[in-house]
Nanobody, 118 residues
Framework: QVQLVESGGGLVQPGGSLRLSCAAS????????MGWYRQAPGKERELVAVITSGGTTNYADSMKDRFTISGGNAKNTVYLQMNSLKPEDTAVYYC????????????WGQGTQVTVSS
């Protein structure tokens, strides 16, 4: 079993920044990748960014110039630095970890609320 704990969400004004953290614990033997997803009210959950254990990153096109993902292997922690935040970035942000090996090998955090508003 694997547990993910997210932190760093909150209320920020447009143009501001936030840094999300996600710490994984439990039966973690080999990480394939970790990532961040988000879900706004009335919308489907969408990819924000992922990072592999080797450090390769992938971003949603609308966020790659403003968000930076880091970590992903050392200390089983992943971060998301979000800059130039916009009201449309308001959502619940979820951390996900995918492990190498047989299922179950994908786990989600409980989510952290990010609200961008003046």
């Amino acid at each position: 079993q694997v547990q993910l704990v997210e932190s760093g969400g909150g209320l920020v004004q447009p143009g501001g920044s936030l840094r999300l953290s996600c710490a994984a614990s439990g039966s973690i033997f080999s990480i394939n990748h970790m990532g961040w997803y988000r879900q706004a009210p009335g919308k489907e959950r969408e990819l924000v960014a992922v990072i592999t254990s080797g450090g390769t990153t992938n971003y949603a096109d609308s966020m790659k110039d403003r968000f930076t993902i880091s970590g992903g292997n050392a200390k089983n922690t992943v971060y998301l630095q979000m800059n130039s935040l916009k009201p449309e970035d308001t959502a619940v942000y979820y951390c996900k970890i995918s492990l190498n090996g047989p299922a179950p090998n994908t786990y989600w955090g409980q989510g952290t609320q990010v609200t961008v508003s003046s």
